[in-house]
């Protein structure tokens, strides 16, 4: 009789596992046919409109055609900063600088800030000072560039650099490639 009960008691203990493994079996199919059908009538559904009106859309492409007709920014503000370098032992050590602050006339308000390192000595040819001249102040006015214009074309990478559209930057000078150009240019929604 032992014998019996330990065999019953085996039987109904596979019973208990089989049924547990047959109901997540059930359960993990229920899941994928739930997502694949959901995945498949997103495909076959036509599309349906939103709320949204012409007249956003078309103020929407407005904004974008402007963002690329925008040929200059205002400083609105003036800002002593240190920062790092950007490789190699410069890392290691903080160049002092100056942050203009400039607001682009896009649709999205955007700002823009450029961050020139303030040189060693005042050679004319210097970043710091071309970009003094274009502001129309000398480079130890620095401050008076508020409310100033500085001339920005829009970069191949989408980001904005401070010069004329070929490869010399203000002042006249060879500047390089786009990449060592003006790095330090940011631009950000306000």
Known sequence: MVEMELVLLALAALFVVGAVAMLGATAVAAWTATRLVATLSTLVRPVVLGPTDIHDVELRVAGLRALDHVDSGVVTNVVPERRRGASGLAR???RDGVRLDLALATPDDRTATV???VPET???GSRFERIAAACDVAPEEISDAVGAELPL??????GWRVGNGN???LGGSDVGDDAT???SFETERV
Do not use: I, Y
Not at 153 to 158: E, Y
């Open 153 to 158: 074309v829009r970069g191949s990478d989408g």
């Open 167 to 169: 490869h010399r930057g």
């Open 115 to 117: 961050w020139v390192p």
């Open 181 to 183: 150009r003006e790095r």
């Open 92 to 94: 290691f050590s903080r």
């Open 122 to 124: 005042l050679t004319g």
